[in-house]
Structures are given as structure tokens and as C-alpha cells.
């Protein structure tokens, strides 16, 4: 799919991005998954499953910041590395 932007959304979409610190489509991504959120919040009932979903990332990131808190922590490039290549291999699965 294909999404024309009008000049501020492309204006806005590459000053967030770069003060955030993200690729044009990382930018994205984030934005999707905080809409998708907001959405699920306002309807709940409707998604149990990403609500699910949602609670198991959630703990998952308090053990995270837990573990950080005691020293355990893991190079971001590393960190990257590992998530883009389960994306490249559930991309692969897909197609």
C-alpha cells in the first residue's frame, strides 16, 4: 500500500523522527502501535487478545527494566540485531 502525505505531515513525520531518533519507518511503526493502542484501550472488549497481548509485553518490560536495574543489560546494536532479524524471519514465514 501506498500513503500520500501532504507537506506538513511530511515536514512533522521527518522533525519527530529526527528528534526522536528514529528511520523514517521506525517513526511509523511507533505511531501505529500507539494508535493501535489507544484504539484497543477505547475498545477493549472488542480485542481481547491484543489486550492479552499488551499485559505480556508489559510484564515483559518491567522484568526488562528490572533486570537493567541489577546490571543485566544487553548492547543496543545487539538488541536491534535480534529484533530485526525475528522480523526478517516472520516476513519470511509469511510470504
Not at 8 to 30: C, M, N, P
Not at 48 to 68: C, M
Request: aromatic share 4%.
Amino acid at each position: 500500500m501506498q500513503i500520500t502525505l501532504s507537506s506538513q505531515q511530511s515536514k512533522a513525520l521527518e522533525s519527530l523522527a529526527q528528534h526522536g531518533g528514529y528511520a523514517l519507518e521506525d517513526a511509523i511503526d511507533t505511531a501505529l502501535v500507539l494508535l493501535a493502542d489507544e484504539i484497543t484501550q477505547q475498545n477493549g472488549a472488542d480485542s481481547p487478545g491484543y489486550l492479552s497481548w499488551l499485559e505480556q509485553t508489559r510484564t515483559q518490560i518491567e522484568v526488562g527494566v528490572k533486570a537493567v536495574e541489577q546490571g543485566a543489560v544487553v548492547e543496543a546494536d545487539e538488541v536491534l540485531t535480534r529484533l530485526r532479524n525475528k522480523v526478517e524471519a516472520a516476513k519470511a514465514a509469511s510470504a
